[in-house]
């Protein structure tokens, strides 16, 4: 298969289908734009699985996704789009680089807070504004920044209640979109522990990529007990 592109977390690959493309999931971990390193052997996997299971969930609820289908344990098979260059970050309650930049109070409970990052390594992902990315050339007009909001709540709305009944609090997360062949704006990349922060809802121990973040350990069997309470 040709590799189309190599990401931090995933590699993908042309299919026979022009609209199709594949997605492997890598064990590897990075943080802070990969400034930290290493590898989790079994992550791919899992990030895989709870993928699949979320952006199946998604879909059920009216969600427009990139997804297909699984195709093998570490593999997606995806629809091709164009990815807007905007990580769109939700935020529930507040921790990670919200707390260091506004310095609010770790664990304020927030209104569904909307945040737009640049999608750019070189210049380390930086937050931006409606008209930043207007003048990035980032979307052709300022109706698709409202529909990427408007479609990051409308995620919200679903795992956050989804992941509550399973005793997870759903901190935050970060959503990137795409653009199909036909222009229709689809969710894409993944939904996956490595891109969302989950606490239980009881302890507020933490199941996600901040256990490797903050060097607390465990970092797979986190993500396998995210994986066991999503198919509870
Ligand atoms: P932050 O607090 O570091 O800005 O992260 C907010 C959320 O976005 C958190 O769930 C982790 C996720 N995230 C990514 O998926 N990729 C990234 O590059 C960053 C910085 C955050
Ligand atoms: N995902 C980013 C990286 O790999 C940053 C992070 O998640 O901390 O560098």
């Known amino acids: ?18 609209d199709e493309v594949i997605a492997f999931f890598k064990d590897d971990l990075t943080a802070f734009n990969a400034q930290k390193k290493s590898s989790e052997e079994g992550k791919g996997k899992l990030n895989c699985a709870i993928t699949t299971l979320l952006f199946e969930l998604l879909q059920s609820h009216g969600i427009a996704t990139h997804f297909v289908r699984k195709h093998s344990e570490n593999e997606i098979v995806c629809k091709r789009v164009q990815i ?3 990580e769109v970050v939700v935020r529930n309650v507040a921790t ?12 304020t409970i ?11 390594d070189s210049l380390g992902d930086p937050l931006i504004n409606d008209e930043h990315a ?6 052709p007009h300022t109706n698709l920044l409202e529909q990427l909001r408007k479609e990051a709540r409308a995620v919200n709305a679903i795992l956050t209640p989804f992941f509550a009944k399973r005793n997870l609090r759903l901190i935050d997360f970060k959503l990137e979109f795409g653009l199909d062949s036909g222009n229709a704006l689809l969710l894409a990349d993944e939904i996956t522990p490595d891109s969302c922060r989950f606490w239980d809802a009881t302890s507020n121990e933490k199941l996600d990529k901040d256990r490797f973040r903050e060097d607390l350990g465990n970092v797979k069997m986190a993500y396998e007990e995210v994986l066991s309470r999503i198919l509870s």
């Open 96 to 107: 990670g680089s919200l707390t260091k930049r506004l310095g609010v109070r770790e664990g």
């Open 84 to 86: 807007i260059p905007i």
């Open 110 to 120: 927030l209104n569904e807070l909307v945040e737009f990052y640049y999608k750019n």
């Open 1 to 18: 298969m040709e590799l189309l592109y190599e990401g931090k977390g995933k590699r993908l690959f042309a299919t026979n289908n022009p």
């Open 134 to 139: 207007l003048l990035l050339g980032c979307v």
